[in-house]
């Protein structure tokens, strides 16, 4: 059975996803959920707080940035994959959520410093301690742009290119690529 927030949650993807921000209302997304627009509120204060936080639970760059701070094993491979994975995951569950997100104006400058910043330095910051530990031989720099240029393209490529749909065993075979490539650096 699912909880109040989930439900909330699920009805606001949809209809994110659908109407964009500015196109929906707590009315319309309380209603979808089958809750009343005061326990929204009650939870969430306001739109843009609700917004904010499916941005913040769906995005891979905050899950990416979650997993660094708190399951991060340090075993490069193993690392390395599970950040994969969870950009896999969240572009399967969440794509039509995540292409209006790009397209949302609010998103965009809301969100930008967190996930340029955020991602970035602790993926940084990651691949530094990789290189101090032995794992990496060439500069940490040169694995984080390998990394992020090669999977984020798989990414990408799925979100603005018309026709392109997730082949899950060509994301996989990528990562065994760049994981393989990295290893060697």
Request: net charge positive; proline share 3%; aromatic share 12%.
């Amino acid at each position: 059975m699912r909880n109040t927030k989930e439900k909330i949650a699920d009805a606001a993807i949809r209809l994110f996803a659908e109407k964009g921000f500015n196109g929906v209302t707590t009315k319309e997304i309380s209603d979808a959920a089958g809750v009343s627009e005061v326990t929204l509120f009650r939870l969430y204060e306001n739109k843009r707080n609700l917004y904010q936080c499916l941005i913040k639970e769906n995005l891979h760059p905050y899950q990416i940035q979650r997993y660094l701070e708190e399951d991060v094993t340090y075993d490069l491979e193993t690392d390395l994959r599970n950040m994969a994975g969870l950009m896999q995951s969240t572009l399967k569950k969440n794509l039509p959520f995540i292409k209006m997100i790009v397209k949302d104006h609010h998103a965009n400058n809301e969100h930008k410093t967190a996930l340029g910043y955020g991602f970035k330095k602790s993926l940084e910051a990651y691949f530094h301690e990789m290189h101090e530990r032995g794992a990496l031989r060439e500069p940490p720099e040169y694995a984080l742009k390998f990394y992020i240029t090669n999977i984020a393209h798989a990414y990408y490529e799925i979100m603005f290119r018309p026709g392109v749909s997730f082949d899950p065993d060509y994301f996989n075979w990528l990562v065994k690529k760049v994981i393989d490539a990295i290893k060697r650096l």
